[in-house]
């Protein structure tokens, strides 16, 4: 379950400067078994897409040491986002150090494990939390996020707890990248094997946008309203 500490008294000058050390225009985070149900293709490739449209992208990883990872790192880098490994610090202060530290990264993959104090932080300091499998009825990731006062974007699997637009961004979509994607972005090298790009998802460009917003409009909510059904 969530702990019920979860979300409480969170640092809004820590938040604050995490976000400053970002510097992005979409900072998100991924935590999860690297396992191709998590959709971690999804992510990068949604990610890549928002990249080469423009915008400035930070995506903050945790994954395990599983096999597929490596094809999450390598769609990563054949899609032009350029990866950091780092290992985990103790606090907020450490990890702004970090993100200030690689400033060309766009993926920063966490190679340890990151203290609950600090994942609290990082949920609620991401423009979005990518908690978007698509085996996962009832993830836990999602409901933490929510507790900590973050803004989840979930997969089309049926999560009773997720009310699109008020605590949730739910992601109805199996749709490869929209068919206006900035010149090239097809072309891009493909997988050592066949099984990604088939599985390749992004979510819809226009949720992206809506991310501060719906996070905001949470934060200001009733709070003894707020993750009803």
């Known amino acids: 379950g969530v702990p019920p500490s979860t ?43 928002l990249k080469q449209s423009g915008s400035r992208v930070r995506l903050l990883i945790r994954g395990g040491r599983e096999p597929h990872g490596v094809q999450v790192m390598l769609l990563a880098r054949s899609h032009g986002l350029h990866v950091a490994d780092v290992k985990a610090p103790d606090e907020a202060a450490g990890l702004a150090r970090v993100l200030r530290s690689h400033p060309h990264a766009d993926v920063i993959n966490v190679t340890s494990y990151i203290k609950d104090d600090l994942l609290e932080l990082v949920y609620v300091a991401c423009d979005a939390v990518l908690a978007n499998s698509g085996h996962e009825p009832f993830g836990l990731v999602g409901l933490e996020v929510m507790a900590a006062g973050g803004l989840a974007m979930v997969g089309s699997t049926g999560e009773d707890y997720a009310d699109p637009f008020r605590n949730a961004l739910v992601l109805e979509t199996e749709d490869p990248v929209p068919s206006h994607r900035p010149q090239g972005f097809a072309r891009r090298a493909a997988l050592p094997s066949a099984e990604g790009l088939s599985d390749v998802i992004s979510p819809c460009h226009g949720l992206w946008q809506l991310a501060r917003g719906v996070t905001a409009e949470m934060n200001s909510a009733d709070p003894a309203t707020q993750g009803d059904g």
Do not use: N, Q
């Open 7 to 49: 979300g409480a008294d969170a640092d809004s000058a820590a938040i604050a400067a995490l976000r400053e050390a970002a510097s992005a225009d979409h900072l998100c985070f991924k935590i999860g078994r690297f396992d191709p149900d998590k959709r971690w293709l999804m992510a990068v490739t949604a990610m890549a897409y």
